[in-house]
């Protein structure tokens, strides 16, 4: 697949986006980002899930607020993927460390059916299936994506829907 000139003016493919934070306002901040990504150029929120918290899993710092959103997306993975790193950036992402704490951070899970292999992009999300965060919101919202057994295998995760 090429990565920069893939041409989706004329069809679109559904991508999953998990959000998460733990720094600051975490439920303003991913509710923001979830706003932002459905009034950008060439996506549209198709579904989003409701808002979990959880404990850090592999990382350090306050419990996260996490979701996960699908959308419809014209753009390629690799402008999809700058579009949610500008997004980060302007919520104050700093990337000081791997699992910093942070602001914002939004992962892209899956592209359509796209198999990459980059140093900079790996689509699928080579550890969504390990991480309660993402595969509990993502069943909300696509429940055909999410099996019992990889449920089963982040039961040990603590991870609760956020009462509003």
């Known amino acids: 697949m090429d990565l920069q000139n893939t041409d989706r003016a004329d069809m679109s493919v559904t991508a999953y986006v998990a959000l998460g934070s733990n720094l600051g306002d975490s439920v303003r901040i991913v509710q923001s980002a979830i706003k932002e990504l459905s009034e950008k150029p060439g996506l549209r929120l198709i ?7 959880t404990k850090p899993y ?4 306050n419990d996260y607020v996490n979701a996960v959103v699908s959308l419809e997306c014209w753009l390629n993975p690799v402008d999809l993927l700058q579009l949610t790193q500008a997004i980060e950036h302007q919520h104050g992402r700093v990337r000081s460390f791997v699992n910093a704490p942070r602001t914002l951070d939004l992962d892209l899970i899956l592209f359509g ?6 140093s900079w992009l790996v689509l699928p999300h080579p550890r969504w299936t390990e991480r309660a965060f993402v595969l509990k919101p ?3 919202i696509a429940p055909h994506l999410v099996t019992q057994d990889m449920l089963d295998r982040v039961s040990d995760q603590g991870i609760e829907i956020l009462k509003n």
């Open 47 to 53: 579904s989003r899930s409701a808002l979990y918290t």
């Open 113 to 118: 059916d796209a198999q990459i292999q980059s």
């Open 58 to 61: 592999e990382a350090i710092g």
């Open 138 to 140: 993502l069943q909300s």
